[in-house]
């Protein structure tokens, strides 16, 4: 899995998609794999969360599953037991609490000591990821259970009704299914593919095209939601004028449980809104890319360089139509050193910024693309002689130096010019507009030189 500065890409992105998903999987059917039973898959997130990002995302999940937990025994009419998970209704509030969210908390924060501890052991993956899941469950059961019946002493929880629980039929189904989902998750994980869409997403987080698309992507949730808002005020407003047409009085008491479950639902959709805005956002992401990658640089929206390569081997071929063109290889002085010193989402801020303002300067006159990295090139084809160029080049540089870092640094670049004359082939004009770049880069940079025969 991709990695950045010590974390997993998309660290909060995949932190609150499984927190969306568990509140998805705690206010639906979703959650109850046997209906009217206790197996449930709601503990998934969770184990996940732990197993893949850390003790701190098993934490949160653990957090979130407590929290739903809470949220669902509060609902006035639960049976006793659940009752118990609700500081509203029992009579142990300190109780409550720990078994609905410091037990989930603590769930939370074993199963990621425990995957931790496994994460070096030369075993199989999934014989690994089957251990853990059956021990994570256990553990699970334990911090809840154990811990309530010295709470709750009415509620008999003794050693006979834990061991019971443990090899009941609901908690062996659970078990099962939660290792089964775990081992497809995981091994949906180790997809290539997932791996590339990973990547691609990180190398366009920055792009024009991205912020454009997850703006639409946010637009399509919000959409979703208001619909999904509408449909369920109209079916209120029904069952209310349903009721009181059948004469049918609802106890305030009834009215609450309804407005209860009615929010519930609503947060259910707004989860189920953001994943499914995320998924699409991702895909429409990643299809740009594919769509765009032979002729567009993703992250800066300038031409690629084999777009720009097929353009000057058109211009050196058809040099009637070109009479008098240029070429320009621009590169980010000590680029390097700014990653190194900034960070890398700063230098992909310069390297956007540096795009824009060759665009601003040059776009009007011929091409511009990003050759990779902080290399750029310029095809002039039409309207400026040397002179022009000239005075472009410092224009261009005075604004970059407009650029400040952190500490105030300026940001500088380093120029190299050829005239396309009698070059037969698109890389002599590149290796000659190179030359001229490296020697700017060795007598200083922050400046440019023009190719001169000899």
Not at 304 to 309: F, H, Y
Request: proline share 2%; net charge positive; aromatic share 14%.
């Amino acid at each position: 899995m991709l990695k950045t500065q010590g974390k997993p890409l998309f660290y909060g992105h995949k932190i609150l998609l499984l927190s969306a998903l568990e509140f998805v999987l705690a206010f639906s059917g979703l959650g109850y794999l046997i209906p009217y039973g206790s197996a449930t898959i709601m503990y998934v997130p969770v184990i996940a969360a732990a197993y893949f990002y850390g003790i701190r995302a098993g934490v949160i999940l653990g957090a979130g599953f407590g929290i739903t937990s809470i949220w669902k025994a509060s609902m006035p009419g639960v049976d006793y037991f659940d009752s118990l998970f609700s500081p509203f209704l029992s009579s142990n509030i300190a109780g409550s609490l720990y078994a609905a969210l410091g037990a989930r908390i603590l769930f939370g924060f074993a199963a990621g000591v425990l995957f931790a501890l496994f994460k070096n052991i030369k075993i199989n993956e999934y014989v690994k990821v089957t251990i853990l899941s059956i021990t994570a469950q256990l553990i699970h059961t334990i911090l809840v259970l154990i811990p309530m019946g010295y709470l709750f002493p009415e509620s008999h929880i003794d050693k006979e009704y834990i061991a019971g629980n443990i090899f009941s039929v609901h908690e062996i189904l659970q078990i099962i299914f939660l290792t089964v989902i775990m081992c497809v998750t995981v091994y949906i994980s180790k997809n290539k593919r997932l791996a590339e869409i990973e990547k691609i997403l990180d190398e366009s987080r920055q792009s024009y095209y991205a912020r454009r698309l997850k703006i639409e992507g946010a637009f399509f949730a919000i959409f979703l939601f208001l619909v999904i808002l509408a449909l369920m005020f109209h079916l209120h407003n029904m069952t209310i004028i349903v009721a009181n047409a059948a004469n049918i009085k609802l106890p305030f008491q009834a009215r609450i449980m309804f407005i209860n479950l009615q929010i519930q639902f609503l947060t259910g959709v707004a989860a189920i809104s953001y994943i499914i805005g995320v998924f699409i956002t991702s895909y429409r992401i990643y299809s740009v890319y594919h769509i765009n990658n032979a002729d567009k640089d993703l992250m800066t929206g300038l031409y690629s360089k084999t777009t720009a390569a097929d353009y000057g081997a058109a211009v050196i071929n058809n040099k009637k139509d070109f009479p008098d063109t240029y070429f320009m290889m621009i590169d980010i002085d000590n680029f390097k050193g700014i990653n190194d010193t900034y960070g890398h989402l700063t230098g992909d801020k310069v390297i956007i910024n540096i795009a824009r303002l060759l665009e601003k300067h040059f776009s009007a006159y011929g091409l511009v693309s990003r050759f990779g990295g902080d290399e750029f090139a310029v095809f002039i084809t039409r309207l400026l002689n040397k002179n022009d160029i000239e005075r472009k080049i410092l224009e261009f540089q005075s604004d970059a130096a407009s650029i400040l870092l952190d500490d105030g640094r300026k940001v500088t670049c380093s120029i190299g010019v050829c005239h396309v004359d009698k070059e037969k082939k698109f890389d002599e004009v590149y290796r000659k507009a190179d030359e001229m770049l490296y020697q700017v880069k060795t007598s200083g940079r922050n400046g440019y030189k023009v190719y001169t025969k000899v």
